[in-house]
């Protein structure tokens, strides 16, 4: 069952930006903790960066970190995520989800019982 909703993804050249969103469906996910993950193929599901409800904690993975920007509007009940600099290796499949348990770390798929269905991002070199 598909909760969230990611938007924003698409074809960039090595260098250039995009700008994923998440939008709940169906639902809210006041006083979440949210995240997102990637999953290029073959490779398991990565985590990129992630942000707690106050928007006052953000956290990255060493290969975003400084391209990578994790926000959230909680009156428009959206993540965001700033994508800079993209890199050919940057290219997977982007999901957002919602942390639902503390069990497991941050950075950890355990604690996040909420995802979307994800958005393509593909970056040419």
């Known amino acids: 069952q598909v909760q969230l909703v990611e938007s924003g993804g698409g074809l960039v050249q090595a260098g250039g930006s995009l700008r994923l969103s998440c939008a709940p469906s169906?639902?809210?996910?006041?006083?979440?903790?949210m995240g997102w993950f990637r999953q290029a193929p073959g490779k398991e599901r990565e985590f990129v960066a992630a942000?707690?409800?106050?928007?006052?904690?953000?956290n990255y993975a060493d290969s975003v970190k400084g391209r990578f920007t994790i926000s959230r509007d909680n009156a428009k009940n959206t993540v965001y995520l700033q994508m800079n600099s993209l890199k050919p290796e940057d290219t997977a499949v982007y999901y957002c989800?919602?942390?639902?348990?503390?069990?497991?770390?941050?950075?950890?798929?355990?604690?996040?019982?909420?995802w979307g269905q994800g958005t393509q991002v593909t970056v040419s070199s």
């Open positions: 169906g639902r809210t996910f006041s006083g979440y903790a």
């Open positions: 989800a919602a942390r639902s348990s503390l069990r497991g770390s941050y950075d950890s798929t355990v604690g996040y019982n909420y």
């Open positions: 942000i707690n409800w106050y928007g006052t904690t953000t």
